[in-house]
């Protein structure tokens, strides 16, 4: 049985200094009710060319669907297509969300590995 500690301080410490294959697990969102049928999972990790929808954030945000436009393992964010905010000189700067304000609403499967995975949870000997 793992023990984790519930203080922020040591919670804090464990996102700074986790691993890269630990990040990228931490990096997944919950996929759309209709994907959770047809693969037999409930949440993968994110990858640049999903589509995701915005679950939670401000006015202009909230209930956007887009393409994500790159993930950022250092900082556990996603940003996303056409999500920016001005900048005090008048340009425009992407936004980072986080995943878990986030569902899979489109899977990109241009990936062979990726998509030979998923078949077989889809088929439930995963």
Known sequence: MRKTSSLPRKQRKRLAQ??????HRMLSCHLDRPLIGEYNV???PV????TVKILRGG???R??????AS???GKIKLTIDNITMPKADGTQKAIMIDPSNCIITK????DPIRKDKLTKLKEGSG
């Open 59 to 61: 006015e202009g945000i």
């Open 18 to 23: 986790a691993p890269l294959h630990a990040r």
């Open 71 to 73: 993930v950022d393992l």
């Open 63 to 68: 209930g956007t669907e887009a393409k994500v």
């Open 47 to 50: 990858r640049k060319g999903d």
């Open 42 to 44: 409930r949440s993968l």
């Open 107 to 110: 899977l990109d499967l241009s």
